[in-house]
Nanobody, 126 residues
Framework: QLQASGGGLVQAGGSLRVSCAAS????????MGWFRQAPGKEREFVSG????????NYADSVKGRFTISRDNRKNTVSLQMNSLKPEDTAVYYC?????????????????????WGQGTLVTVSS
């Protein structure tokens, strides 16, 4: 199971950190990803990190503003979001995949992630 937390309301330009705690199994060897879904829009890839933590990917829309990290000892993955914009408003979901997802395209494909958290709402006011 994956449990996301840390969402909330923040003003544009502010920062927020969302985290995802895994339980029931060890996800240290899994690729972890963050996706988001804004009202009326499809779910989109935000960021991903492979098991070692040294290989990360970001959607162009968040590159330079968001940073993904993981702590395999604590079975957690986090997304630090800076310089938030109103268009970042969405429900943020963490996901886990046992696959290596060796390409950027693969890492951004939601159907390759069998495990999903319940989502946490991030609202950025203008």
């Amino acid at each position: 199971q994956l449990q996301a937390s840390g969402g909330g309301l923040v003003q544009a330009g502010g920062s927020l950190r969302v985290s995802c705690a895994a339980s029931g199994r060890t996800f240290s060897s899994y690729t972890m990803g963050w996706f988001r879904q804004a009202p009326g829009k499809e779910r989109e890839f935000v960021s991903g990190i492979r098991w070692s933590g040294g290989d990360t990917n970001y959607a162009d829309s968040v590159k330079g503003r968001f940073t993904i990290s993981r702590d395999n000892r604590k079975n957690t993955v986090s997304l630090q979001m800076n310089s938030l914009k109103p268009e970042d408003t969405a429900v943020y979901y963490c996901a886990a995949s046992r696959y290596t997802l060796s390409t950027t395209q693969a890492m951004g494909t939601s159907t390759l992630y069998p495990y999903w958290g319940q989502g946490t709402l991030v609202t950025v006011s203008s």
